[in-house]
Structure formats: C-alpha cells, structure tokens
C-alpha cells in the first residue's frame, strides 16, 4: 500500500562527504539503484540482500549477505557503518524486512526512503479472485482436484500442503536441496524476468487450471497474467502485506532525483515533501 504521508524523517548536517547509502535489495529496483549509485561519487553505497536463493546476482556496488539480527540489531549496523539513508528497495512481500527497517530507522535517526512499485490492477479478460494471504489462496482452489501453478516462491509452498489434492507446477530460482512438502509437485528452476510467450507455452503443457500468484507488480513477472489471460486461466491474486508508513517512491527514477537532492544539500525531511 502506497503511502507518501508517512512520518517525518530526521535531518542532517550538510554532506561534505559521500553520503552512505544502505540499499535493502532483492528487486530489480534494487540492482538498478545501486548501478546508478556507483557511478556517482557523492554516494557510498552498500547492498544488503536477505540470501534466501543461492543464485545471487552481484551488484555494482559492495554488498552483504544475511540478516541483521532484528531491530536491535538493524540499527547497531546502521549506527556501526554511519549510514546516512536507507533505501528499502525490498520484495513487496518483505514485510518483516520493511517493518523492522522503519523501527530501526527511527531509533537510529536515518532517514529512510522505500521504493514501492505499483500492484497490479485487473484488465479486460482478467478473471482473478482477490484474497488476503496465503491461507486463503488455499481455500480459492477448492476441494476439487485441479492443476495448479504455484508462482509464490518457495518459502510459501508448505501452506498449500494442506491442499494435497492438486496437482502444483511451481517455479523456484533455486534447484530444492530437500523435498517439497506437495505430494504432487512438478519444478521449474528459471530466474526472471519471462516472457508471456514461453508462460503460456508452460501454462498450456501442464494443463493448469488456475494461478496463484502475489501482487509483486512490475514486469518483471508480469508474463503469467498476460498468459493466463490469454488461455482464460483464473489467477488466485494475493494482496500486498500492510507496511507501517513511511516515505515512498514508485520508480527507482524518482529515488534518484529525491538522493540527487539530498546529495546536494536538502535535508532528509524534504524525501517527503520535494
């Protein structure tokens, strides 16, 4: 959920030295922020990537790998690497990344700057079932057996082991060191962003009768709803978790000119405002 109005961010003194910058990652916003960063000297960025797959794709500037340690532990590193900005360039669905980053951002005093790419909206020929979470995308495929395309991620297929009487497709960016928890389960390993051509051609190979998917906007993933559309598939649409308020941007553009004025001598309170 978009929300400009959030609360008011610490200032800071006047930069008279490149300002650090901490890039929260795990989106293709993510990776283009830090490219245009590094080509700018008045930044010092670093990337922190939370190493849930294997297959990380390094950035252009320097990065870590894991989490913080919670709150506490989130402000430590700010307050240890003099960061001056973060920049929550997260997955839609990091909420708990997100939460702990605006707690810890306030007790650490820097200012804090999400960007949030638009959900994604139903158009003509769409026929998707809008729901909560997870445990209701479960409950939409019914107690009839169907085949399923699980386009979720790993970390949410053990919910729909309740559901054993499908049949899932699912696509992961890492190979599974273990069994899944689906007693019918066929994997595609693939990385994004695909194209609508090839997503319907899995589609259509697989007979799937319905999608389920999260509300990621973007394009990157976006392929699957032009296929679905296109065979008349239904999409189960999981809706964005909620995220306490904070400052946002939609496009890693708009980030940039919001940093380019900061760099130059605004104050963080303007990521707001300007």
């Known amino acids: 959920m978009m929300d400009n109005h959030g609360p008011a961010v610490p200032s800071l003194p006047p930069m008279t030295s490149p300002l650090r910058v901490l890039i929260l990652g795990g989106s293709t916003e993510a990776t283009r922020l830090a490219g245009a960063l590094a080509a700018d000297a008045a930044f010092d960025a670093v990337v922190s990537f939370a190493g849930r797959t294997e297959a990380i794709r390094p950035p252009a500037v320097p990065y870590r790998v894991g989490g913080f340690g919670g709150i506490d532990g989130l402000v430590k590193y700010l307050r240890d690497a003099r960061i001056g900005l973060v920049v929550d360039a997260t997955h839609p669905f990091a909420a708990q990344m997100s ?9 650490a005093g820097v200012p804090l700057l999400a960007i949030e790419r638009p959900a994604w909206t139903p158009g003509p020929g769409d026929r998707w079932i809008d729901v909560p979470d997870m445990e209701a995308a479960v409950d939409a495929l019914g107690e009839a057996r169907r085949r399923v395309f699980l386009g979720i991620g790993r970390l949410n297929l ?5 559901a054993p009487q499908h049949a899932y497709l699912v696509r992961l960016v890492d190979p599974p060191k273990e069994a899944l928890p689906l007693p ?33 906007g973007g394009v990157a993933a976006d392929a699957k709803l ?41 104050t963080p309170d303007g990521l707001r405002a300007l």
């Open 158 to 162: 053990p919910v729909f082991a309740r």
């Open 99 to 107: 939460t702990h980053a605006v707690a810890a951002c306030r007790l």
């Open 226 to 266: 032009t296929a679905a559309r296109e065979l008349d598939i239904a999409v189960v649409m999981v809706r964005r978790p909620s995220i306490p308020a904070r400052p946002v941007v939609p496009t890693v553009e708009e980030a940039l000119d919001r940093l380019a004025k900061l760099a130059a001598g605004r």
């Open 184 to 216: 019918d389960v066929e994997v595609v390993v693939a990385r994004g962003p695909f194209e609508a051509a090839s997503d319907r051609a899995m589609l259509e190979r697989f007979g799937t009768e319905m999608v389920v998917t999260k509300n990621s």
